[in-house]
Protein backbone atom coordinates (compact mmCIF):
# COMPACT_ATOMS: atom_id res chain seq x y z
CA UNK A 1 0.00 0.00 0.00
CA UNK A 2 1.52 3.50 -0.86
CA UNK A 3 1.59 5.91 1.44
CA UNK A 4 -0.15 9.36 1.11
CA UNK A 5 2.64 12.13 -0.05
CA UNK A 6 1.20 14.55 2.74
CA UNK A 7 3.04 11.80 5.04
CA UNK A 8 6.09 11.95 3.36
CA UNK A 9 6.42 15.46 3.30
CA UNK A 10 5.84 15.42 7.20
CA UNK A 11 8.96 13.52 7.93
CA UNK A 12 11.09 15.78 6.27
CA UNK A 13 10.00 19.01 8.13
CA UNK A 14 9.44 17.51 11.23
CA UNK A 15 13.71 16.91 10.67
CA UNK A 16 14.32 20.25 10.32
CA UNK A 17 12.06 21.44 12.76
CA UNK A 18 13.86 19.75 15.00
CA UNK A 19 17.16 20.49 13.56
CA UNK A 20 15.95 24.68 13.80
CA UNK A 21 14.99 23.87 17.57
CA UNK A 22 18.99 22.33 18.42
CA UNK A 23 20.30 25.38 16.34
CA UNK A 24 17.82 27.83 18.75
CA UNK A 25 18.61 26.51 22.16
CA UNK A 26 22.67 25.93 21.25
CA UNK A 27 22.28 29.84 20.40
CA UNK A 28 20.69 30.56 23.68
CA UNK A 29 22.87 28.15 25.79
CA UNK A 30 25.94 30.09 24.11
CA UNK A 31 24.19 33.55 24.79
CA UNK A 32 23.67 32.32 28.64
CA UNK A 33 27.85 31.14 28.73
CA UNK A 34 28.88 34.35 29.62
CA UNK A 35 26.36 35.48 32.37
CA UNK A 36 27.40 32.16 34.11
CA UNK A 37 30.90 32.55 33.41
CA UNK A 38 30.90 36.39 34.99
CA UNK A 39 29.80 34.48 38.26
CA UNK A 40 33.14 32.09 37.64
CA UNK A 41 34.66 35.07 37.65
CA UNK A 42 34.04 37.01 40.48
CA UNK A 43 35.86 34.04 42.18
CA UNK A 44 39.41 35.98 43.00
CA UNK A 45 40.87 32.37 42.76
CA UNK A 46 39.57 32.10 39.48
CA UNK A 47 42.02 33.09 36.94
CA UNK A 48 40.22 33.90 33.18
CA UNK A 49 41.87 33.31 29.91
CA UNK A 50 40.81 35.73 26.87
CA UNK A 51 39.50 33.97 23.42
CA UNK A 52 42.46 35.24 22.05
CA UNK A 53 45.05 33.23 24.37
CA UNK A 54 42.37 30.37 23.60
CA UNK A 55 43.15 30.66 20.11
CA UNK A 56 46.43 30.37 20.53
CA UNK A 57 46.21 27.34 22.86
CA UNK A 58 44.06 26.19 19.68
CA UNK A 59 46.37 26.94 16.95
CA UNK A 60 49.25 25.47 18.85
CA UNK A 61 51.22 28.54 19.13
CA UNK A 62 51.11 29.09 23.48
CA UNK A 63 51.68 31.77 24.59
CA UNK A 64 53.20 33.37 27.99
CA UNK A 65 51.29 34.77 30.61
CA UNK A 66 52.18 34.92 34.16
CA UNK A 67 49.09 36.06 36.67
CA UNK A 68 49.83 38.30 39.11
CA UNK A 69 47.07 40.07 42.00
CA UNK A 70 46.58 43.38 41.27
CA UNK A 71 47.83 44.92 44.92
CA UNK A 72 51.12 42.95 43.75
CA UNK A 73 51.32 45.32 40.72
CA UNK A 74 52.34 48.32 42.19
CA UNK A 75 50.48 51.64 41.27
CA UNK A 76 52.38 52.77 37.99
CA UNK A 77 51.29 50.58 36.13
CA UNK A 78 47.47 50.82 37.24
CA UNK A 79 47.88 54.48 37.80
CA UNK A 80 49.09 54.49 34.01
CA UNK A 81 46.67 52.09 32.07
CA UNK A 82 43.82 53.49 34.28
CA UNK A 83 44.68 57.08 33.21
CA UNK A 84 45.10 55.59 29.37
CA UNK A 85 42.25 53.82 28.54
CA UNK A 86 39.57 54.69 30.66
CA UNK A 87 40.22 57.70 32.92
CA UNK A 88 36.21 57.52 34.17
CA UNK A 89 36.59 54.11 35.33
CA UNK A 90 35.87 54.90 38.82
CA UNK A 91 32.73 56.58 38.01
CA UNK A 92 30.90 54.70 35.45
CA UNK A 93 28.92 51.50 35.72
CA UNK A 94 30.76 49.73 32.88
CA UNK A 95 29.83 52.11 29.74
CA UNK A 96 30.71 55.51 29.82
CA UNK A 97 27.68 56.98 28.89
CA UNK A 98 28.89 60.92 28.18
CA UNK A 99 31.60 59.65 25.81
CA UNK A 100 29.04 56.59 24.34
CA UNK A 101 27.20 59.80 23.14
CA UNK A 102 29.56 61.30 21.64
CA UNK A 103 30.80 58.19 19.49
CA UNK A 104 26.90 58.10 18.73
CA UNK A 105 26.73 61.30 17.25
CA UNK A 106 29.81 60.42 15.24
CA UNK A 107 28.49 57.74 13.50
CA UNK A 108 25.21 59.12 12.64
CA UNK A 109 26.96 62.08 11.11
CA UNK A 110 29.02 59.66 9.31
CA UNK A 111 32.25 60.46 10.74
CA UNK A 112 35.22 58.37 11.76
CA UNK A 113 34.79 57.03 15.36
CA UNK A 114 37.18 57.00 17.86
CA UNK A 115 37.84 53.46 20.25
CA UNK A 116 35.49 54.57 23.53
CA UNK A 117 35.63 50.96 25.20
CA UNK A 118 35.57 51.68 28.64
CA UNK A 119 37.99 49.33 30.38
CA UNK A 120 35.08 47.05 31.26
CA UNK A 121 34.10 46.92 27.82
CA UNK A 122 37.24 45.70 26.59
CA UNK A 123 37.37 43.07 29.63
CA UNK A 124 33.93 41.55 28.29
CA UNK A 125 35.07 41.77 24.54
CA UNK A 126 38.40 40.07 25.45
CA UNK A 127 36.98 36.99 27.51
CA UNK A 128 33.77 36.83 25.40
CA UNK A 129 33.79 37.85 22.25
CA UNK A 130 35.33 38.33 18.89
CA UNK A 131 38.05 41.31 17.76
CA UNK A 132 37.92 43.87 15.23
CA UNK A 133 35.46 46.49 14.29
CA UNK A 134 31.39 45.23 14.63
CA UNK A 135 28.29 46.87 15.26
CA UNK A 136 27.14 43.52 16.52
CA UNK A 137 29.80 42.62 18.69
CA UNK A 138 29.01 46.45 20.08
CA UNK A 139 25.56 45.81 21.10
CA UNK A 140 26.48 42.41 23.01
CA UNK A 141 29.49 44.17 24.39
CA UNK A 142 27.39 47.03 26.00
CA UNK A 143 24.55 45.18 27.94
CA UNK A 144 27.21 42.17 28.96
CA UNK A 145 29.82 45.46 30.40
CA UNK A 146 26.49 46.58 32.40
CA UNK A 147 26.17 43.21 34.02
CA UNK A 148 29.86 42.43 34.17
CA UNK A 149 30.27 46.00 36.08
CA UNK A 150 27.25 44.53 38.95
CA UNK A 151 28.55 41.82 39.20
CA UNK A 152 32.24 42.17 39.72
CA UNK A 153 34.30 45.03 41.47
CA UNK A 154 36.27 47.63 40.32
CA UNK A 155 39.15 46.09 41.59
CA UNK A 156 38.38 42.55 40.20
CA UNK A 157 37.36 43.75 36.82
CA UNK A 158 40.91 45.72 36.54
CA UNK A 159 42.53 42.63 37.82
CA UNK A 160 41.28 40.69 35.27
CA UNK A 161 42.07 43.34 32.57
CA UNK A 162 45.48 43.49 33.01
CA UNK A 163 45.65 39.59 33.43
CA UNK A 164 44.23 39.11 29.58
CA UNK A 165 45.89 42.14 28.26
CA UNK A 166 48.07 42.06 25.10
CA UNK A 167 50.94 43.29 25.55
CA UNK A 168 53.17 41.90 22.13
CA UNK A 169 52.22 38.78 20.15
CA UNK A 170 51.47 35.85 22.06
CA UNK A 171 52.29 37.62 25.36
CA UNK A 172 49.45 38.50 27.38
CA UNK A 173 49.00 40.26 31.15
CA UNK A 174 51.12 43.17 32.78
CA UNK A 175 53.56 40.99 34.33
CA UNK A 176 54.72 39.14 31.40
CA UNK A 177 54.57 42.06 29.24
CA UNK A 178 56.81 43.62 31.47
CA UNK A 179 59.21 41.01 31.50
CA UNK A 180 59.12 40.55 27.81
CA UNK A 181 59.69 43.88 26.98
CA UNK A 182 61.79 45.37 29.88
CA UNK A 183 62.94 42.54 31.79
CA UNK A 184 61.67 43.43 35.16
CA UNK A 185 58.41 42.77 36.93
CA UNK A 186 55.72 44.42 36.60
CA UNK A 187 55.61 46.01 40.25
CA UNK A 188 59.22 46.86 39.48
CA UNK A 189 58.29 49.16 36.12
CA UNK A 190 59.23 52.75 36.30
CA UNK A 191 56.58 55.28 35.77
CA UNK A 192 57.83 56.12 32.18
CA UNK A 193 57.89 52.09 31.61
CA UNK A 194 54.37 51.90 32.78
CA UNK A 195 53.04 54.62 30.67
CA UNK A 196 54.91 53.26 27.39
CA UNK A 197 53.48 49.73 28.58
CA UNK A 198 49.83 51.58 28.98
CA UNK A 199 49.56 53.62 25.19
CA UNK A 200 51.06 49.94 23.32
CA UNK A 201 47.80 48.50 24.91
CA UNK A 202 45.70 49.79 21.39
CA UNK A 203 47.91 48.04 18.88
CA UNK A 204 50.48 45.86 20.53
CA UNK A 205 51.53 44.02 17.62
CA UNK A 206 52.89 47.08 15.90
CA UNK A 207 53.87 49.17 18.84
CA UNK A 208 56.81 48.18 21.25
CA UNK A 209 57.47 50.08 24.55
CA UNK A 210 61.16 49.10 24.76
CA UNK A 211 61.32 50.29 21.45
CA UNK A 212 59.10 53.31 21.34
CA UNK A 213 58.60 55.93 18.05
CA UNK A 214 58.67 59.29 18.26
CA UNK A 215 54.72 59.47 18.48
CA UNK A 216 54.82 56.70 20.94
CA UNK A 217 56.93 58.79 23.07
CA UNK A 218 55.16 61.86 23.01
CA UNK A 219 51.55 60.13 23.95
CA UNK A 220 53.64 58.44 26.54
CA UNK A 221 54.58 61.68 27.63
CA UNK A 222 50.98 62.82 28.44
CA UNK A 223 49.81 59.20 30.27
CA UNK A 224 52.71 60.06 32.27
CA UNK A 225 51.70 62.91 33.68
CA UNK A 226 48.30 62.05 34.02
CA UNK A 227 48.89 59.14 36.29
CA UNK A 228 51.29 61.31 38.23
CA UNK A 229 47.83 63.24 39.05
CA UNK A 230 45.25 60.12 39.17
CA UNK A 231 44.64 60.51 42.48
CA UNK A 232 40.65 60.70 42.93
CA UNK A 233 40.71 59.15 40.17
CA UNK A 234 41.69 55.19 40.54
CA UNK A 235 40.40 55.48 43.80
CA UNK A 236 38.47 52.52 43.34
CA UNK A 237 41.23 50.37 42.82
CA UNK A 238 43.03 51.39 46.17
Known amino acids: MVEPRHRTRA ?21 LLPLGLTLVYAVPQVRPVST ?8 MRGYDRRWAALDEMGPNIVNAVMMSEDGQFCSHRGIDVVEFRALLEEALAGEATRGGSTI ?7 LFLWHGRSYVRKAIELPLAVYFDAVLSKKRILE ?9 PGVYG ?7 HFGVGVNELTPRQAALMAVTLPNPATRNPANPTANLNQ ?3 TIERRARGAGGYVGCVR
Not at 14 to 30: E, G, I, K, Q, S
Not at 120 to 126: E, F, G
Not at 160 to 168: D, F, H, P, S, T
Open 11 to 31: KPRRLLRRWLLRVVAFLVLLG
Open 52 to 59: LMMLDLAT
Open 120 to 126: TMQTVKN
Open 160 to 168: VYLNIAEWA
Open 174 to 180: AEAGARY
Open 219 to 221: VAN
